[in-house]
């Protein structure tokens, strides 16, 4: 089974600052089913992110993901208050597997 | 609009069963894979089990297979999860999601509950 290992676990930041989020497997990941997704408190997860690097309808361009085989990154450029949340990043692989790692807290400092 | 309603969530004693359902509209739900995902409290999200579009295949999580089962009704856009022989570690908020290279739609999810 592939573990996803995100950090940090809970990153401080301010508005307008760049974030950057780590989720690295513990063996390679096919990129075309390697996504990001955002939770808010009391609300259903939402994908950022599909195939590593392509944004999912309506998600801002301030969202980007970069990576290959082990190593993933979601970024986001200027920090807006929203987007202070939970972020997962996820696996789908062999065997119909999916692989969620432990998430990253982005906190407003 | 693309639209995941979860029901049958609710309060039950460890050993019981219960069955979710997810209610799908404003797509073509026949064409695509669905899956189950869980979060206990203040916890993260665990995948639960998924099952493709025609229910060929299905696949679980090995902490609940053999106790959940994962199907789905084309005709009716419904999916369902029957839970048996629950557990308290069980107990989770469960989404639905659907499947197109990612988990692009979710619903809002129900909350499953298992207590003495």
């Known amino acids: 089974e592939i573990v996803l290992t995100q950090s940090p676990g809970t990153l401080s930041l301010s508005p307008g600052e760049r974030a950057t989020l780590s989720c690295r497997a513990s063996q390679s990941v096919s990129s075309t089913y390697l996504a990001w997704y955002q939770q808010k408190p009391g609300q259903a997860p939402r994908l950022l992110i599909y195939g590593a690097s392509s944004r999912a309808t309506g998600i801002p361009d301030r969202f980007s993901g970069s990576g290959s085989g082990t190593d993933f990154t979601l970024t986001i450029s200027r920090l807006e208050p929203d987007d202070f949340a939970v972020y997962y990043c996820?696996?789908?692989?062999?065997?119909?597997?999916?692989?969620f790692g432990q998430g990253t807290k982005l906190e407003i400092k | 609009q693309v639209q995941l309603v979860e029901s049958g969530g609710g309060l039950v004693k460890p050993g019981g069963s219960l069955r979710l359902s997810c209610a799908a509209s404003?797509?073509?739900?026949?064409?695509?894979?669905m899956s189950w995902i869980r979060q206990a409290p203040g916890k993260g999200l665990e995948w639960v089990s998924d099952?493709?579009?025609?229910?060929?295949?299905?696949n679980y999580a090995d902490s609940v297979k053999g106790r959940f089962t994962i199907s789905r009704d084309n005709a009716k856009n419904s999916l369902y999860l029957q839970m048996n022989s629950l557990r308290v570690e069980d107990t989770a908020v469960y989404y639905c999601?659907?499947?197109?290279?990612?988990?692009?739609?979710w619903g809002q999810g129900t909350r499953v509950t298992v207590s003495s």
């Open positions: 999601a659907r499947f197109y290279g990612a988990l692009d739609y």
């Open positions: 099952i493709t579009s025609s229910s060929a295949y299905t």
């Open positions: 404003g797509f073509t739900f026949s064409d695509y894979y």
């Open positions: 996820q696996q789908f692989g062999s065997s119909s597997l999916y692989t």
